[in-house]
Nanobody, 124 residues
Framework: QVQLVEHGGGLVQAGDSLRLSCVAS????????MGWVRQSPGKEHEFVAT????????YYADSVKGRFTISRDNAKKTVYLQMNSLNPEGTGVYYCAAYRGYRPALVRESYDYWGQGTQVTVSS
């Protein structure tokens, strides 16, 4: 069992940066790959980025590649999402989620555990 709590959302202007963090509880955090998924107003859940259990492999949606960076600290049971050059299309609720597997999890159904989400609003 893994419980996830996201932090760091807020209201920013286009071009700003924001860092999200997700703290996990449970003894098996390091055995899970992690991902960030967002849901923008009126849209389905959208994959943003994933990171392997070791942190050695990452994968990004084309829309965020080069601007967002996912990382993790297994000793702190925390995964991060550094978001740079934000634009209004980045507005939404960002969820941290965990899954077991070696491939990037690109769809909602691939994830086993979810956080409650944190709101990010980017004004133009």
């Amino acid at each position: 069992q893994v419980q996830l709590v996201e932090h760091g959302g807020g209201l920013v202007q286009a071009g700003d940066s924001l860092r999200l963090s997700c703290v996990a509880s449970g003894r098996t955090f390091s055995s899970y790959a992690m991902g960030w998924v967002r849901q923008s107003p009126g849209k389905e859940h959208e994959f943003v980025a994933t990171i392997s259990w070791s942190g050695h492999s990452t994968y990004y949606a084309d829309s965020v590649k080069g601007r967002f960076t996912i990382s993790r600290d297994n000793a702190k049971k925390t995964v991060y999402l550094q978001m740079n050059s934000l634009n209004p299309e980045g507005t939404g609720v960002y969820y941290c989620a965990a899954y077991r597997g070696y491939r990037p999890a690109l769809v909602r159904e691939s994830y086993d555990y979810w956080g409650q989400g944190t709101q990010v609003t980017v004004s133009s």
